[in-house]
Structure formats: structure tokens, C-alpha cells
């Protein structure tokens, strides 16, 4: 990670965890904390340079455990391997909660069956928006939350690339109402994606009344007195646009 006093504290938690990992006495002894302390018998996390969740997941369950942890490395009278501090607790603490809606969005995408392209733009959004500062945020909590702000708004910033993925977004369900955009945006998209449809629509009944009827279709027709009135044309295509778009607009909002 880049701010350093948070490198330092996965460094400091990875050496314990590794500590009761490769030993057996230790890990028994622990165990033995565990259910003193009337705590749950779970297995201490070591993270992996590869999955950034499983420092998250490091850390939350050291948390957990750090009462019996503590109690242990006091039993073992193991000097190599330190307590966390109170202060490097506290930053702990903020670490999960900052890092927590990263975790969500990890999971969620991991158990969708079928992850789609229209949830990055609106997760993206929510992680951005848990990242925003505010007076009483320690250093530490500031410039953890400008490292991960500052690495995710590079992503997805192509101006082509951000314009499929909000179209991808409007056309799904549950994110319709694009309540990741502002309202001018949020209207371009629909307009983006409707005009070009109702003007398809509309050049395909032009031709159609166009056309005029084959000779087949002519001789098929009963003979009468009187020619049939013409058929009462629709309103204008035009018209209809107008009010496709009115309605997309409405229907986005509900």
C-alpha cells in the first residue's frame, strides 16, 4: 500500500500471524487463549501479495483474535514478535473501515453468476463517493482514502470506453435511474440511446407506406363502387420521437 505507516502494521500482523502458523506450540497455545477468553477457535490469515482482500482479511480476524493474541505471545514470552500498540490499533480499525466497500464490491462481483459491464460504472461511483474526507479524519485515514481515490478514478476514464459502460448501465434494470450521474448526463445517455433507435423505426415505416402494393395483392382485393377511404396516417414520426423521449425520461425515474 502507499501510505507507509499502513505497510508497516500489515508488516507487523503478517510476522505474528506467520509466527503461530509455523508453530505448533504456538498455535496451541493460542487455541488454548482462545477458549479462555471464551473467543471462536479461528485460524489466524496470512495475506497473499496477489489478493489485496486478503490483507483486508488479515487484518479483520487479527483484530478479532488480538486479545488472545496478545495473552499468547505474553505466555510464549516471545520477544521477536511485538504487540500492536494502542495507536496501531485504532489504525487498524480505520483500515477495515475504510477498505469495507472495497471488500463488498469484491464480493458482490464474485458471487454474481454473471457479472455484467453495467455494475462497474455505479460500483465505482459508491467506492469513490466512501472515499471522499472529511475534518475528522486522522492523516493516516486521509491519505489511505487519497492512495485508493487517486488509483480508481484512473480506471474506466476513457471517454469512448465510460460512454458503453453507461449505456450498458442505463439498459439494466436495476440501475436505470443512472443515479451514479447528474441529470444532464443522465438524459445525453437516453437521448444516446433512443434517437438512434426511434429514427431506425421510423425510415422502416416510411419505406413500408412506400412500397406500393404488388400486383398479387392488387387483383386480391374485392372489387366495389366506391374506392376505401385511404388509411388515416399516424402522427408524424417526428412526433413520436418527442414523445419517445419524453417517456424514457419519465420511465428512467421511476
Not at 24 to 36: N, R, S
Not at 67 to 78: E, H, I, M
Not at 101 to 130: D, F, G, R, Y
Request: hydrophobic share 40%.
Amino acid at each position: 500500500m502507499a501510505v507507509n505507516q499502513v505497510s508497516r502494521l500489515l508488516g507487523k500482523i503478517r510476522r505474528a500471524v506467520s509466527f503461530f502458523h509455523r508453530s505448533t506450540t504456538a498455535a496451541h497455545v493460542l487455541e488454548q487463549k482462545q477458549e479462555m477468553l471464551h473467543l471462536p477457535k479461528h485460524r489466524l490469515i496470512n495475506d497473499v501479495a496477489t489478493r489485496w482482500n486478503s490483507s483486508y482479511e488479515m487484518v479483520e480476524r487479527y483484530l478479532e483474535q488480538q486479545s488472545a493474541v496478545y495473552s499468547a505471545l505474553s505466555a510464549l514470552k516471545n520477544k521477536d514478535i511485538a504487540n500492536l500498540t494502542d495507536q496501531e490499533v485504532r489504525v487498524a480499525e480505520n483500515v477495515i473501515e475504510i477498505m469495507k466497500p472495497l471488500k463488498t464490491v469484491t464480493t458482490i462481483l464474485s458471487t454474481e453468476t454473471a457479472p455484467s459491464v453495467s455494475m462497474i460504472l455505479p460500483l465505482k461511483t459508491m467506492i469513490l463517493k466512501s472515499m471522499e474526507q472529511n475534518d475528522e479524519h486522522t492523516p493516516t485515514v486521509r491519505e489511505l482514502k487519497h492512495a485508493i481515490r487517486e488509483n480508481l478514478q484512473k480506471r474506466y476514464s476513457d471517454a469512448g470506453l465510460q460512454d458503453f459502460l453507461h449505456k450498458c448501465t442505463a439498459l439494466d434494470p436495476r440501475f436505470k435511474t443512472l443515479p451514479h450521474l447528474d441529470r444532464a448526463s443522465h438524459l445525453r445517455i437516453y437521448e444516446d440511446l433512443i434517437i438512434p433507435e426511434v429514427l431506425s423505426r421510423a425510415e422502416n415505416v416510411e419505406t413500408t407506406e412506400a412500397t406500393p402494393a404488388t400486383t398479387s395483392q392488387a387483383t386480391s382485393l374485392p372489387a366495389t363502387a366506391e374506392s376505401a377511404p385511404p388509411p388515416q396516417r399516424g402522427q408524424p414520426w417526428k412526433d413520436f420521437l418527442v414523445h419517445s423521449l419524453n417517456l424514457a425520461r419519465v420511465s428512467s425515474l421511476i
